[in-house]
């Protein structure tokens, strides 16, 4: 434990130094007014870098918000695919009983309404018009085959032109999302 003397010194090392800065602000005149506007300066800079990180952090908020939504929409996307890649194959057995059966089991699932649920989004509610029109293409072309009519006659003019203008829909419009990410 430091002494009476380590004491003494180290209060008379401050007061020197106090003594210092004291004769020192004595010879520059004018320097209270200066320490005096560095104060309110600070405060404004501080009050602008706390609202430039709120600004940041909502648009930070925004674009996560917006991705997740766009990841949504790939995901309800690529689960139909799944679901219509089963169907072409079953349809593709030139089984006509079997592709009936498998549309209508399949008409009410969760997958077939969410994709019809995304068909009937606004398009101001789109990350952007060309995954719109692109979403619109895709839903127009591979929505008619679920329809539970004449599956022999679809069987009969499903083509692979038909399944490969699909298959470039359906990668047309994951680019379109992807690139819609903020």
Known sequence: MPDEQTFAAIWARITELVARFTSWADMHAGLSSWLGAIGPTIAVILVWAIARAEYKRDRRTERIWANNEIDLILQIVSEFEQLHSRYVDTMLSKDANAAYQFSVKNANSPIVHGFRDLSNLPISQWPSFESYVLFKDYFNK?????????????????????LSEHEIDFTNLKAALEKAKR
Do not use: A, C, V
């Open 142 to 162: 591979s929505i008619g085959t679920f329809e539970p009519s004449d599956k022999q006659g679809l069987i009969n003019r499903l083509s692979s032109k038909q």
